[in-house]
């Protein structure tokens, strides 16, 4: 088995392990809407438990009531809470450094040059790989991916298991939709405002409701296109570092090319969180030699899932 250089070794990890909150931080500032999440403060770490809770409260207390003098009051037990629970999902990067390239960069600094390469590759890819995996419909790679907004906010609401919770008989835990195919008409750039108005009325519960549009390239094209002639274009710069935005009804909407392009979210990024292990937030971990191979490799995990607390005020437009 080849002898890894430690003092090689040691700086690949040290440096690494620097790295890791810078590197969980560019991640969230990648996307707009792990943006939002982060600076509502719903990345929210956990340290452990078989799987993700949320609490969620699904019906009212049933013990309130309009009584009338001596008017026997009820005391009967009311079922007001439950939780949903969510898998954990694990995801890694390696950065590797073979011995051929150990000896070409031969020194402390060259390998410092040639380390920053590679974490900047290694940062690329995570970004990209949670960025798609925000639309993800908890089925990719055999499962094991994160349950995106395909999952949580589903194109069928009437069925499917979401955090544990049947939605075909619990109305509660159903997200709003609206089907153009069904409904009508033809979605297009003159008929996407009813459907957007038509899924606000459907999500809004008093002072509650979407703050948070995202759509694929055909849907938000149609909306681009509705909204220019009015000239009410402005910049999202109130937090989600730069990304633009238009504005409707109290709600920012973005365009992410990992979104389908006939689809449209309308989230309530209150519920909607992203659930990190205290432990696995890409972190570094022990450089490792492999036996048959001259090679040194850091391997830098990550573990979590998108959660969600309350799926009746989040929406979907699709045809």
Same mark, same amino acid.
């Given at each position: 088995m080849p002898i890894p250089n430690t003092d090689y070794t040691e700086l690949i990890t040290t440096t690494l392990d620097n790295y890791r909150d810078e590197l969980a931080d560019n991640i969230l500032n990648h996307n707009p809407l792990l943006a939002r999440l982060n600076k509502k403060g719903n990345v929210d770490p956990a340290s452990g438990g078989a799987r993700l809770l949320e609490n969620l409260m699904?019906?009212?207390?049933?013990?309130?009531l309009w009584y009338s003098g001596y008017e026997q009051l009820s005391t009967d037990a009311s079922d007001t809470l439950t939780s949903a629970a969510f898998d954990?999902?694990?995801?890694?990067? &390696?950065?590797?450094?073979s011995g051929l390239e150990e000896l070409q960069n031969n020194g402390k600094y060259a390998v410092f040059n040639w380390l920053k390469s590679?974490?900047?590759v290694a940062e690329i890819t995570a970004k990209n790989a949670i960025a798609a995996a925000l639309f993800f419909s908890n089925t990719e790679n055999g499962g094991k991916s994160i349950g995106g907004l395909q999952h949580l906010v589903a194109d069928l609401p009437t069925s499917g298991i979401v955090g544990g919770i049947d939605s075909a008989g619990q109305?509660?835990?159903?997200n709003q939709i609206y089907d153009f195919s069904t409904e009508g008409p033809t979605a297009s750039a003159t008929t996407i405002t009813h459907a957007m108005n038509e899924i606000h009325r459907r999500t809004i519960r008093g002072t509650d409701h979407v703050d948070f549009w995202v759509a694929g390239g055909t849907y938000f094209t149609f909306f681009e296109e509705s909204m220019q002639p009015n000239q009410?274009? &402005?910049?999202?710069s109130r937090g989600?570092?730069?990304f633009e935005s238009y504005r409707y009804k109290g709600g920012d909407v973005f365009f992410d090319e990992n979104c389908s392009a006939?689809?449209?979210y309308a989230?309530?990024?209150?519920?909607i969180f992203l659930r990190p292990h205290t432990d696995r937030n890409f972190i570094t971990m022990k450089e490792r030699t492999p036996t048959n191979q001259d090679a040194t490799i850091v391997p830098m995990f990550w573990a979590g899932n998108m959660t969600v607390s309350n799926r009746s005020l989040q929406g979907l437009i699709l045809a």
């Open positions: 699904y019906a009212e207390n049933g013990t309130a954990w999902k694990q995801f890694n990067v &390696m950065v590797t450094m590679r974490i900047r109305l509660w835990w159903r009410r274009f &402005m910049s999202s989600e570092t730069g006939t689809r449209m989230l309530n990024t209150d519920y």
